[in-house]
C-alpha cells in the first residue's frame, strides 16, 4: 500500500479502527519492501544488538543467543528503522488516520517465536504498560513471514476498545508481563477474532484492545514480525510512573537471569 493509497482509504481506517479497535490490511509491504526490511533485520540482529543494552534484547535462553524472542527501540540505534518510522512514512501516516492526531513515535519492536517456543502471549492490553493521559495509542505488526495460528497468530477481541481498562497483573511471560485478570468472560470469548497473516499484512491496534497470541507449536516454522508504537500527540506520559514500572521489571527479569 502507498501513501497515496492510505489517503484515499483513509476515512474507512478510521471508521474500522473506532469501531473494531484494530485494521487490518494485507499487503501493506510489497513483496520488495519486505525483502528490504528482513535484509536489514538480519543486519541489525548481527550487527547492532551486541552493542545494545541488555534491557532491550529479550531470550528465551540468554546463554543461547539463537532464542532471541524481542528487540526493543531499534530506531533509536539504526537510521533504517528510525525512516521506517519518520513523519512521511507510510507507518506514521496509518497511526495518524487511526489516532486522528500527530503521532509520536516511541518504539520499534522485533517478535520472535521460535518453532516450539510454546510460550503464549497473554491476554492484555498495551496501554497498560503505556501510562498515558489519555490512552489514545497504537500498535502496529507487521507480519516478516507467513504466520498460520499454530505459530502463534494474533487475537483481537473486536470492540474491546470501548469498555476501558481492565485489571492486570503479573503473567510470568517475558516480554509481556501482564495479563488481564478477568479474561475469559463471554464477552472476550464471544468477540475474538484470530488474524492468521500473510507476510506483509499489518494489523494495527488500539491501545485498550485487549488481544493474545497462542504459543508457536508448528514445530519447523519461526513467527516472526515487526512491531511499532505511536502515541498521540496530545498525551500526557506519567514519566514517573512508567519508570517506577521499569525499573521494577527490569530487576526481575535480572533476577530470572532474562536480561
Request: aromatic share 10%.
Amino acid at each position: 500500500m502507498t501513501n497515496e493509497e492510505l489517503t484515499k482509504h483513509s476515512e474507512r481506517l478510521n471508521h474500522e479502527f473506532n469501531l473494531d479497535g484494530y485494521v487490518s490490511i494485507p499487503a501493506f509491504f510489497s513483496a520488495e519492501e519486505l525483502a528490504e526490511i528482513n535484509e536489514n533485520k538480519e543486519r541489525f540482529i548481527r550487527d547492532v544488538v551486541p552493542t545494545m543494552p541488555e534491557s532491550e534484547v529479550y531470550y528465551d535462553d540468554k546463554s543461547d543467543l539463537s532464542t532471541l524472542k524481542q528487540l526493543q527501540l531499534m530506531w533509536k540505534y539504526d537510521s533504517f528503522f528510525d525512516n521506517l518510522m519518520a513523519p512521511d512514512s507510510k507507518l506514521s501516516q496509518l497511526a495518524e488516520i487511526c489516532l486522528e492526531d500527530k503521532a509520536r513515535k516511541v518504539n520499534m519492536q522485533y517478535f520472535n517465536k521460535s518453532p516450539n517456543s510454546n510460550t503464549p502471549t497473554p491476554p492484555h492490553q498495551d496501554g497498560y504498560f503505556f501510562h498515558l493521559i489519555p490512552n489514545n495509542a497504537i500498535t502496529i505488526w507487521v507480519a516478516l513471514q507467513d504466520v498460520e495460528p499454530e505459530q502463534g497468530c494474533v487475537n483481537y477481541v473486536q470492540g474491546s476498545h470501548k469498555y476501558g481498562m481492565r485489571a492486570h497483573g503479573s503473567s510470568g511471560t517475558l516480554g509481556f508481563s501482564q495479563t488481564i485478570l478477568d479474561f475469559g468472560l463471554p464477552y472476550d470469548m464471544e468477540n475474538a477474532k484470530a488474524f492468521p497473516c500473510k507476510a506483509g499484512h499489518l494489523i494495527a491496534h488500539h491501545s485498550l484492545t485487549t488481544h493474545w497470541a497462542s504459543g508457536n507449536t508448528s514445530g519447523d516454522k519461526a513467527r516472526q514480525a515487526m512491531g511499532a508504537i505511536y502515541y498521540g500527540d496530545s498525551c500526557v506520559e506519567n514519566k514517573r510512573s512508567k519508570a517506577n514500572y521499569q525499573a521494577q521489571l527490569d530487576a526481575s527479569l535480572a533476577a530470572q537471569g532474562k536480561l
